[in-house]
């Protein structure tokens, strides 16, 4: 009987212990004061669903991808930059201590915290429109991620877009022949990449996007058969700027651009005639050009141009006059002034007085090299060529410095190098050849004289046939 009552009181204590230890394991896994509440997955913004909130994982966004690559394909020199991040960093969410103040909403719009710009309704993928029912994929779109490219649409007017303000990657235009109007980007601000409009057959204007602000990369206009005029009336800064071949093209209406960070090219559009609005562009980075616009006659536009921090280069202009409306410009890099059929001096050129790179000049019926009386020093070479009516140098009597080479050559009715009896320094080598009327005696004088400061570079004379002796 003891020892029954014992067993017993045995199990009891170990049925009492267990029931402890039980309870202590339930406290555990209770959520205790000041813990944050796991959120439901639901409440998770899917950043793979489409900006429409249609979540099929179809053949679409396949298709996307490819039109993006086949816009890399199809254009030429020009460097496509894919939005690059992955699939599991788009769907990253904020850490907890972040959630308060960076949350995404159940609607798909990206709230940012008190000092974000305010983005609207994001769509973090790159798009594709290739026809008509892609447009209704990204409608409620006011930022796209990547890159937004059209290309062979058969429509003639894209339409529904009018949300969209921003795109970050480039948004390329391309190859649409029927396309006539853009109307669904009048409200398109800024692009972050490059903007390429090419061999749009149909497209006449750009005026449509008539709120576009800033182009990051490449503005880069080309091959639009009937485009007659370029109208970017809000446009102020783009990172490079180029219009080529757009052969019906009379005018450019850019009224409000003010710099170009790199290239502002202006090239072979055949029936140009007026880049009038271009009075607020003050500053080009690498490169102005403006080349064989063979209708183009003045430069009136040019007037508060101050700065080209590379070339300007002014080429094969048939129908160009003169080069007074640059009075304003004080510096450049590197001067290119050739092929000008008309042009007969460099006047309008006053106010620079120093070249860091290359200065070429030459035209048919250069007579002066006016214009160019205040340089005193070029960093690279200069080359005097093909100035066909110049007979003296007089007008570089103030340059002291060269430090490359210096050529004269085929300016056929040069007559005298003594513009250049100041020169205190040549950094490169001497080459004087073509110029049938020059005396043999001006080139070997202009030696004698480089070496007596010094001068060691190498001489290479030819052709120069001219009558009559050197003092």
């Given amino acids: 009987m003891k020892k029954s009552t014992l067993i017993i009181l045995v199990f ?78 788009e769907t990253q969410t904020p850490d907890e201590d972040e959630a308060d103040e960076d949350a995404d909403t159940d609607d798909g719009t990206v709230i940012g915290n008190d000092d974000d710009t305010d983005e609207g309704t994001v769509c973090p993928a790159s798009y594709g429109i290739t026809k008509e029912s892609d447009i ?111 052969n019906e093209m009379t005018e450019l209406d850019l009224p409000e651009i003010a710099e170009s960070g790199n290239f502002f090219q202006i090239i072979t559009n055949d029936k140009l005639t007026s880049i009038a609005s271009l009075k607020k562009l003050k500053k080009v980075g690498e490169r102005l050009q403006i080349s064989g616009n063979y209708m183009l006659t003045s430069l009136d536009g040019l007037d508060n141009l101050e700065t080209v921090e590379g070339d300007l280069r002014l080429t094969t202009g048939k129908a160009l006059t003169d080069l007074k409306k640059l009075s304003n410009l004080t510096s450049v890099g590197g001067l290119e002034i050739t092929g000008n059929d008309l042009l007969t001096s460099l006047e309008g050129l006053e106010k620079i007085t120093d070249i860091p790179g290359n200065a070429l000049v030459g035209g048919e019926k250069l007579s002066s090299l006016k214009g160019l009386e205040n340089i005193t020093e070029i960093g690279g070479k200069l080359w005097i060529n093909g100035a066909k009516e110049i007979t003296t140098l007089t007008d570089m009597a103030n340059l002291d410095n060269i430090g490359g080479d210096l050529e004269i050559s085929f300016n056929l009715k040069l007559i005298s190098l003594v513009g250049l009896s100041g020169l205190l320094s040549l950094g490169g080598d001497l080459k004087i050849s073509g110029n049938t009327l020059l005396p043999q005696c001006e080139a070997d004088n202009l030696e004698t004289y480089l070496k007596t400061l010094g001068w060691d570079g190498t001489s290479t004379f030819s052709g120069n046939y001219g009558e009559g002796t050197c003092e």
């Fill in 136 to 246: 209704a994929l990204i409608k409620d779109c006011n930022t796209i991620e990547g890159q937004l490219v059209i290309q062979n649409f058969p429509g003639t007017a894209i339409t529904g877009l009018e949300n969209l303000r921003t795109v970050k990657g480039d948004f390329n235009i391309l190859t649409s022949p029927d396309l006539v109007s853009l109307e669904g980007f009048k409200n398109l601000e800024t692009v972050g990449g490059g903007m390429y409009v090419l061999e749009n057959n149909s497209l006449s204007d750009l005026s449509d996007l008539e709120s576009l602000k800033r182009v990051e990369g490449w503005l880069h206009i080309k091959n639009n058969a009937d485009m007659t005029k370029i109208s970017l009336k809000a446009l102020q800064y783009t990172g490079k700027f180029m219009v080529v071949d757009n």
């Fill in 12 to 89: 009891a204590v170990f049925a009492l212990i267990s029931c402890g230890e039980k309870k202590e394991e339930e406290n555990i896994y209770e959520k205790k004061d000041g813990d944050t509440e796991t959120s439901d997955d639901s409440e998770k913004h899917d950043y793979q669903s489409r900006p429409d909130g249609n979540t099929e994982n179809d053949e679409e966004s396949t298709n996307d991808e490819e039109v993006s690559d086949d816009a890399s394909d199809d254009l030429t020199d020009i460097d496509n930059q894919p939005d690059d991040r992955s699939d599991e960093d």
